[in-house]
């Protein structure tokens, strides 16, 4: 039977190992000829670190086993474990077979030892799991799911399904990728719904019918968004985590999403060490005493109009000006968070004009019961808000915002029959990738990013 080579190297207490006899599968990362003996370094993905493995020369077929050896080969081998001499690995593997499962020509592959940028490697999708990097994002990602799952079910919230495909634009905004199976789209009644469908931008209006039969609820799906933004922190496909919850108002918001992320910090510090010690050496230095003061301190929090002063006082020239009202830029998001308050912080109660139709309208007739969470780096990985409840105010707000009653008849009526309280907020997974590892770009932290002008693989 096969073990994996985490559980060889991160074993309790891997002196209990040593004489054991395993076998284990992988790709070939090095291999160095020692003359007499080569040592292979063995990755199967489980885990950052490589299995040293030691081939004799005395084994059978040696000379043409070491020349089918080469990086990027894939190999079964089974062997013993000894303790190792080098200082690197407590354990090694003494080889007794070795068995070539698919060879891959040293001339060709792409992934040799050198270094590769970024760039490039999103050229080689199919191939760039491989590599350490990716392999340890791939990692915390799967963690990050996890934790996600396991922080609403423990406060019982319920993991339910909004459509991918809809007749319904979310927000009013444009930005949506239509769905379609006609080649003409002069006469959308023909087409497979009957009328003009796309991909969803957002589950909350949906979110918000479960929430108000079941509580508390968080979706868990891809998003699609079909703004043209070439930035590091925009996908065309994205995954997004949408709590909504019911008898909730803005504060009970901005506690469940503060502990939402601390929750899933604390998680990756405990559960993925090895990748962001990784991380910390080769990507973000300091990126470890960052995460552990994101898990230990409460966020900071700042009205929009409190961050709108600060800014106009900032000593720093921003590229667009600041004025009550904006809508704030990256460049004010990130100096908020990375140099006034130096970890997240949590804004609230933004202008009514620059925020969606559904946010709740706040006593002084200007502002919105809105919270972002704005974090160094990245700025902005989380908007959520407490919904407008009273229906009298959602239907003014309807008509302000130019859009027909008649295609939001569901969600007034959600007002109409038992209405409560209601809050939520939607965080992009990817940047919540980014946010933990340190990862600068966020075509980096998906194995498959689409972006403008890429769809391939
Ligand atoms: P931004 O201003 O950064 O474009 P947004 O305000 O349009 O974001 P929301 O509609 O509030 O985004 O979506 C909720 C969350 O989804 C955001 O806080 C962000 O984390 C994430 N998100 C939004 N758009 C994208 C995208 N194109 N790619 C990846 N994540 C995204
Ligand atoms: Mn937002």
Redesign the pocket.
């Known amino acids: 039977m096969r073990t994996k080579i985490k559980h060889i190297l991160h074993a309790q207490q891997s002196s209990l190992l040593i004489g054991r006899q395993v076998t284990v599968s992988g790709w070939i990362r090095t291999v160095r000829d020692q003359k007499s003996f080569a040592f292979i370094e063995l990755n199967d993905g489980s885990t950052l670190a490589n299995l040293q493995i030691v081939v004799d020369g005395a084994l059978p077929a040696y000379t043409e086993t070491l020349s089918q050896l080469t990086t990027g080969a894939s190999a079964t081998i089974t062997g013993t474990l000894v303790a190792s001499p080098g200082k690197n690995q407590a354990l090694e593997l003494k080889a007794d077979t070795v068995r070539i499962l698919g060879t891959c020509s040293a001339e060709k592959y792409p992934l040799q030892k050198k270094r590769h940028s970024f760039e490039f490697l999103r050229t080689i999708a199919h191939l760039r799991p491989r590599t350490n990097t990716q392999g340890a994002v791939l990692r915390v990602r799967s963690a990050l799911a996890h934790a996600t799952h396991l922080f609403f079910q423990q406060r019982g919230f319920y993991y339910v399904q909004t459509p991918l495909i809809t007749g319904s634009d979310c927000?009013g905004g444009g930005e949506m990728f239509r769905v379609t199976t006609l080649s003409d789209l002069k006469d959308p009644s023909k087409d497979f719904f009957g009328k003009p469908t796309y991909l969803t931008?957002?589950g909350q209006l949906e979110g918000e019918i479960l929430a108000l039969a079941l509580s508390d609820v968080y979706t868990f799906g891809p998003?699609f968004?079909a703004?043209n933004?070439n930035t590091s922190?925009?996908?065309?496909e994205?995954w997004?985590i949408?709590p909504e919850m019911a008898f909730a108002d803005l504060k009970a918001d901005m506690e469940c999403a503060q502990s939402y992320l601390q929750f899933c910090v604390r998680y990756v510090l405990e559960h993925c060490r090895e990748d962001l010690e990784f991380f910390d050496k080769f990507i973000e230095n300091g990126l470890l005493q960052r995460l552990q003061h994101v898990a230990d301190s409460p966020f900071a929090h700042l009205t929009y109009t409190q961050a709108v002063e600060i800014l106009r006082k900032a000593p720093k020239q921003f590229e667009f000006p600041v004025e009550w009202g904006i809508?704030l830029q990256?460049e004010h998001e990130r100096y908020l968070a990375e140099e006034h308050c130096k970890q997240p912080v949590i804004l609230t109660d933004y202008p009514a004009e620059i925020k969606?139709f559904y946010m709740r309208a706040n006593d002084d007739g200007k502002t919105v019961a809105a919270m972002?969470?704005l974090v160094p780096k990245i700025?902005?990985?989380?908007?959520?808000s407490q919904r407008e409840e009273r229906i009298d105010r959602l239907e003014h707000k309807i008509a302000e915002h130019g859009l027909n009653r008649s295609d939001y008849w569901w969600y007034l009526e959600l007002r109409e029959y038992g209405s409560v309280p209601h809050a939520g907020?939607?965080?992009?997974?990817?940047?919540?990738v980014l946010f933990t590892t340190g990862m600068e770009n966020?075509r980096d932290v998906i194995p498959f990013p689409r972006y403008p002008g890429h769809a391939d693989f």
Not at 379 to 384: A, M, S, T
């Open positions: 927000e931008v957002s998003t968004r703004e933004s922190r925009h996908l065309a994205f997004m949408e809508d990256s969606a972002d969470i700025g902005e990985i989380i908007g959520g907020f939607g965080l992009g997974f990817e940047r919540l966020i």
